[in-house]
């Protein structure tokens, strides 16, 4: 596709879009009960970037699962666009690390999966895969089959798939984390054409700090124990964004001692919790 400025497609409606109200998960290990997620509560608003940020272990795959609608066994409440999500009410797109194509389909044929539901005509399948083709920037590759793809490819084969039945939201679980630097970076400028294409939210897992505040207009801290998120901090950089800013970097460091990286992150998250940009949980 032609290049988009690199920004969003602008804020949305004052309601929010997704809402988790006293939200606990339990899994059952070995006949004990563990809590993962404790009363979490947040909203997303329409078309709005959430990334989500938390040590391994803490539960961000469980909630990225609850909120697509592939785990419905939670407590509390969760409603996307008012309602509860589900499979197949074609609410949201997911996209995983790994990109879990076909081997033996092409690049249209795994993104048409994501259209085998809604029995189009084929032309109609064929107008939106290539479409969706364009917008992830893989034309000429129509015919490829997985092997012949790098990663990076690979992933926006997947992200096109996540889309192309033009869900409103998209969820991402660390699906740049496999990928070499210069290649993840570039996905990062893929993402945001995506986004000022088209009308999605957004919700990201990832580990990588620079990467949420590349991104996001917001980005969520999880505890460790299950409870309370642990902070939220709005990004108030503009578009696009440029990681050697100062006021990226500041926002980076923010983040790095709300998650307590480094041999002063409690004191740094002491001294985080006082500006006026983050909002605390605990
Ligand atoms: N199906 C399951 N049955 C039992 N326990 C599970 C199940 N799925 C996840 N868990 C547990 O829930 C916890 C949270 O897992 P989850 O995958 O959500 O973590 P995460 O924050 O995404 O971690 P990572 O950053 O490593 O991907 C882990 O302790 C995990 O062992
Ligand atoms: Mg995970």
Not at 132 to 160: D, K, N, T
Not at 215 to 237: C, F, H, K, S, Y
Request: aromatic share 6%; net charge neutral.
């Amino acid at each position: 596709m032609n290049s988009p400025a690199l920004a969003p497609s602008g804020g949305g409606a004052s309601c929010p879009f997704v809402r988790l109200h006293g939200v606990s998960k339990r899994f059952q290990v070995a006949g004990s009960t563990r809590a993962i997620l404790a009363d979490l509560d947040f909203d997303i608003r329409r078309k709005e970037f959430v990334a989500i940020l938390g040590e391994s272990g803490c539960g961000k795959s469980t909630l990225l699962r609850l909120l697509c609608g592939l785990d419905s066994a939670y407590d509390g409440q969760i409603l996307v666009d008012g309602v509860a999500p589900e499979i197949g009410n074609d609410e949201a797109g997911v996209v995983f690390q790994d990109p879990r194509l076909f081997p033996w389909l092409t690049v249209e044929q795994n993104i048409a999966l994501g259209l085998a539901r809604f029995r189009l005509a084929r032309a109609e399948v064929g107008q939106r895969v290539n479409e969706h083709i364009a917008l992830v920037g893989l034309a000429g590759f129509e015919r490829a089959l997985p092997h012949q793809l790098s990663g990076g490819m690979a992933q926006r084969v997947a992200l096109a798939r996540a889309i192309v039945a033009r869900p409103a939201f998209l969820l991402l679980d660390e699906p740049f984390s496999a990928l070499d630097a210069l290649t993840r970076s570039q996905m990062h400028d893929q993402l945001l054409r995506i986004r000022a294409a088209t009308d999605l939210t957004m919700l990201l897992v990832t580990h990588d700090v620079e990467e949420a505040v590349y991104l996001a207009d917001r980005v969520v801290v999880m505890a460790p124990r299950p409870g309370p998120l642990r902070a939220t901090v709005d990004i108030e950089l503009g578009w696009p964004r440029n990681r050697a800013d100062t006021a990226f970097q500041r926002n980076r460091e923010r983040l790095h001692a709300l998650l307590g990286h480094g041999a002063n992150g409690a004191h740094a998250i002491h001294a985080t919790l006082s500006t006026h940009s983050v909002h605390s949980h605990s």
